[in-house]
């Protein structure tokens, strides 16, 4: 089954309408603005921020936790701006290492350094005309965001190791996952390079904050999954309770990953054990032709310590395992498939 990509768009000129799942807009009560899905009043308020400064040229800066969108949210604003049919390049300052960075931004001169066989142009000119986003931008060192601060400034630069003075129009939006202002004071972060960034600030809200949005956002997903894969499968009732009651801390990339993970697993109905209960899953116990999975098991992990016992007690057959369990070789594969490096720890035999 292959995964279907619900939360990062990528940088080579994918569109707002080739990006959404094609039922997402049939589940009720659901609203989206761009790349964006969400109806509850502080993601009305982020699309309001949007629809204000896409129309202009200012720099933007996005600051949210680890898994909230700050990338669709760079995007939504590049494709509702004058710029949208020019490149969107998105760039993880966090990736790169502080050596490479200027070259990668600026682009370099053949032989300006060791390895540089040849010249080639930075993301500032890919992104000429367009939009160039800075992923957790506070991880560049100080003295690489002088040169930054430099072309945000004058909209000019030069290569590494070269002479030519360079003019590139791009509008650039940044993002981080930490406090701007604590960043200035403990992780070097330039105030003159934060204030350039922030001319206009947004802030992508977490998962907790966003009131109706987790029950309407796992439909969202579920819908996609389902027309993706001609299925028909529906959230249980404990599934929705987990949904409400958890604070999903990794935000609304932990809600898409349990959801996929929870799809694979359901045979009609996806269930969605409670994460806080699933961290402190005993271990089953196991004596001969016989297994006692403890009390309070969450269902989806009630299978998988029972598909692991009986593979491992049919010596890794997978066909004798599969007949044992009832089911399809091709289910216990895609089980199989989503326990990773614990099912690859089984004993394994071939089957012709």
């Not at 659901?30 to 964006?36: D, I, K």
């Not at 990338?71 to 710029?83: K, N, P």
């Not at 960043?183 to 350039?196: C, F, I, Q, T």
Request: aromatic share 6%.
């Amino acid at each position: 089954m292959a995964s279907i990509d619900l939360d990062s768009p990528t940088a080579g000129g994918t569109t707002a309408a080739q990006a959404k799942p094609r039922n997402a807009q049939h589940v009720a009560g659901l609203r989206s603005y761009g790349l964006l899905y969400g109806s509850s009043p502080a993601m009305l308020d982020l699309y309001e921020q949007i629809e204000r400064v896409a129309s202009t040229d200012a720099t933007a800066l996005i600051i949210g936790e680890s898994g909230t969108g700050k990338e669709l949210v760079a995007r939504t604003i590049h494709d509702q701006s004058t710029r949208k049919e020019a490149p969107f390049i998105a760039v993880n300052c966090g990736a790169i290492p502080d050596e490479l960075i200027e070259a990668e931004l600026f682009g370099h001169e053949k032989g300006s350094f060791t390895g540089a066989v040849q010249g080639r142009i930075g993301y500032f000119e890919h992104a000429n005309n367009g939009t160039l986003f800075l992923d957790e931008v506070t991880e560049m060192s100080p003295v690489r965001q002088v040169k930054l601060l430099r072309a945000l400034e004058t909209g000019t630069f030069f290569r590494v190791g070269g002479t030519e003075l360079i003019h590139s129009n791009v509008r650039v939006i940044a993002a981080t996952n930490r406090d701007p202002a604590v960043a200035v004071k403990e992780n070097g972060l330039r105030e003159d390079l934060m204030y350039r960034l922030a001319v206009f600030p947004l802030r992508a809200p977490p998962l907790r904050e966003r009131e109706g949005d987790r029950e309407l956002l796992a439909q969202y997903f579920l819908a996609a999954l389902n027309e993706q894969e001609g299925a028909s499968k529906t959230f249980s009732k404990r599934a929705l309770d987990t949904l409400r009651t958890w604070s999903w801390p990794g935000n609304v990339r932990e809600l898409k990953n349990a959801i996929y993970r929870a799809f694979i697993l359901a045979e009609t109905v996806v269930e969605l054990p409670h994460p806080h209960l699933a961290a402190r899953i005993k271990k089953p116990l196991t004596q001969g032709d016989s297994m006692s999975v403890w009390i309070g098991t969450p269902l989806a992990d009630a299978q998988k310590q029972i598909i692991l016992g009986t593979l491992k007690y049919c010596g890794g057959d997978k066909r004798r395992a599969a007949k044992a369990l009832g089911v399809s070789l091709k289910t216990l594969y895609n089980r199989l498939s989503t326990y990773g490096d614990e099912a690859a720890d089984e004993p394994t035999s071939d089957e012709a």
